[in-house]
């Protein structure tokens, strides 16, 4: 079985993306959330937003990154992972822009995209548990 090129590319980009937020959720799980939200909450301290909504949002932060890059790794539930992905990306956006970190906001506005490009060009998630969990005959 030959997989085109377009499928090749896709879930080359789908499975980098997903190492890269993996990552960074799971690297800051095993040093620590509590220190991780400290720190985060702190760099958001001069921003107008309520700090227990950052100190709380900072805490699930790690663990939004580790699911959604593992299931972009899998290929698993990878339409829903997309959404869910922009939607975290976009409420990243508004804490830095609130804190005006201009360059950190170009750089989630490049997550941005990809989420985007990952999401239009979902035909061609051909390696992907999706494909085998959608195939596979439901058991009752």
């Given amino acids: 079985m030959r997989i085109d090129d377009k499928s090749l590319a896709y879930a080359l980009l789908r499975i980098a993306f997903g190492v890269n937020f993996a990552g960074h959720g799971l690297i800051r799980i ?4 509590a220190f991780f ?3 985060t909450a702190e760099h958001l301290a001069k921003s107008p937003l309520p ?5 709380a949002f900072s805490y ?4 939004l990154e580790a699911i959604l890059g593992l299931t972009l790794i899998l ?8 959404v869910c992905g922009v939607v975290f990306i976009m409420l990243l956006t508004i804490a830095v822009t609130a804190n005006q970190q ?12 990809v989420f985007f ?4 060009f979902i ?3 051909a390696l992907a548990l999706d494909n085998y969990l959608r195939s596979t005959p439901s058991r009752v």
Wanted: a negative charge.
């Fill in 30 to 33: 095993y040093i620590g959330v």
């Fill in 102 to 113: 201009w360059d950190v906001a170009s750089q989630q506005l490049l997550y941005s995209v």
């Fill in 75 to 82: 290929g698993v539930f990878t339409r829903i992972s997309l």
């Fill in 60 to 63: 699930a932060i790690p663990f």
């Fill in 123 to 125: 035909e061609h998630n």
């Fill in 117 to 120: 490009l990952l999401l239009f």
């Fill in 37 to 39: 939200a400290a720190t």
């Fill in 51 to 55: 700090h227990s909504l950052t100190y």
